[in-house]
Each structure stands twice: as structure tokens, then as C-alpha cells.
């Protein structure tokens, strides 16, 4: 069942929803604000508008939500398509006015484009270090030669200022599930990786490392190009 989507189209229809929970592997549940999918460019952080300012060429934005992104780079006349998982989500962004919205899984994407986008820590659909590796191996055949991949994502270590460091696993690899009226999800595996392993796994697998801005809560932007 498509929890989060269910969320997102009560906000898309009326405005509001019940609670949609986040729970998590590390914590107690959080509430996780559907309004933030729906923000326009005024609204939006630094961090997210600095991202689109390096897009280029053809663009793919991946995990796009309800297309608040794919929004502003189409009303800029830039080649976007935006891909999710959630068909609920690809209707809305069609609903909302994206021009190419396909419901997509990222890790069978095939065509080749200059930018693919990941915001709001989309990168985290990796799930694991392991899969980040596989990642960037695959991605390889996913960017033209001078493409780039953008993305955000942050260091969460200070989560374990007074919980023990996981000791079988990255500590950025979470585990998190969504609740919406009293409906629960599957639950499914989040990465968040710190710019230091960011680096060090970019120069082993052939990949330049940019982090081009750092906000006030520790988040990053990244921006990888082919070595």
C-alpha cells in the first residue's frame, strides 16, 4: 500500500492530512510534515535552490515526489523529466503541471542524461554504503561524460551522542517505515553518508567530489562528475 502517497494526495485534494508518522530504527517515531513536498521556490531552502542552479542539459529528477523541483526547472525551460515510485505521486505532479512525470524505478533507469537530481537526501534510496557503491558503479552508464549527479545529504552522527555507534554497520544506514491513519508500511533501508566517506568512496570508484554548500544544520550539497 502506498502510505505515503495516501498522504500526499489528502494534502494535494484539501490542504491538510491526518498525521503521517516516520518511524525509525534509531528513535522513537517522528512526525513527518506533508506540507514540505508542496513547497514553491520562495519557500524553499538554499540548499535545494543552489542545486537547481547547477542543473544542466537533460535532467533527471529522481524520487521527485509530487514535482516541486521539477516544477521550477520546467517553468526555467530546462529538459526534466521526473520519475517516483509512488504512481499516487507521479498523478499529482501531473496534476500539478510536470511536464514528463513517469512512475520509475531509479535502478532501472537505462537512457543517459547530464544532470540526474536528488534532493531532500534522495540519495538515501541507496540504503547502504554497499549500495551507494553500487551506485556509483552503475551510474557510470547513466551520465553523458561531462554529466554530473547532484544530490543532499548530511552527517548524522550526532544522532548518537547518547545512544552507542551501531558496530555491524555504517552508522549513516537506517531503517525507517511511514504510518498514515493507522495504516503502516513496509519497512524500508535509508542511507545518509557524511562527506568524508562521500569523498573516499567517490575517488575509489572513479568519481570527482564536490561538496558546494553546507547549511546550518550540517547538511550538504554534493555535486559528482566522471574523473
Known amino acids: 500500500m502506498d502510505i505515503y502517497g495516501n498522504a500526499l494526495l489528502d494534502f494535494h485534494k484539501t490542504g491538510k492530512t491526518d498525521i503521517l508518522w516516520l518511524h ?12 514540505v513536498f508542496f513547497r514553491n521556490e520562495k519557500d524553499m531552502p538554499e540548499i535545494e535552490l543552489k542545486a537547481l542552479n547547477l542543473c544542466k542539459g537533460k535532467i533527471l529528477d529522481v524520487g521527485a515526489g509530487v514535482g516541486s523541483h521539477a516544477l521550477i526547472l520546467d517553468k526555467k525551460g530546462m529538459d526534466v523529466t521526473a520519475i517516483d515510485i509512488s504512481p499516487i505521486a507521479v498523478q499529482i505532479m ?5 511536464k514528463n512525470a513517469v512512475v520509475q524505478d531509479f535502478f532501472k533507469v537505462e537512457q543517459k542524461y547530464d544532470t540526474l537530481l536528488f534532493m531532500m537526501n534522495g540519495i538515501g534510496l541507496t540504503g547502504t554504503i554497499q549500495g551507494f557503491k553500487n551506485f556509483l558503479e552503475k551510474t557510470k552508464d547513466l551520465i553523458h561524460p561531462k554529466g554530473q549527479i547532484i544530490f543532499d545529504s548530511s552527517d548524522i552522527s550526532y544522532l548518537y551522542e547518547d545512544l552507542p555507534m551501531p558496530q555491524h554497520q555504517y552508522f549513516g544506514e537506517i531503517k525507517f517505515c511511514y504510518e498514515y491513519k493507522k495504516q503502516k508500511g513496509s519497512w524500508f533501508n535509508w542511507l545518509y553518508i557524511d562527506p568524508a566517506t562521500l569523498r573516499q568512496l567517490s575517488r575509489e570508484y572513479g568519481w570527482n567530489c ?13 555535486q559528482l562528475t566522471l574523473s
Not at 564536490?210 to 550539497?221: A, N, P, R, T
Open 94 to 98: 501531473k496534476d500539478r503541471g510536470v
Open 24 to 35: 525509525n530504527s534509531y528513535d522513537e517515531p517522528e512526525e513527518m510534515p506533508t506540507d
Open 210 to 222: 564536490k561538496v558546494v554548500y553546507v547549511d546550518e544544520q550540517d547538511q550538504y550539497l554534493a
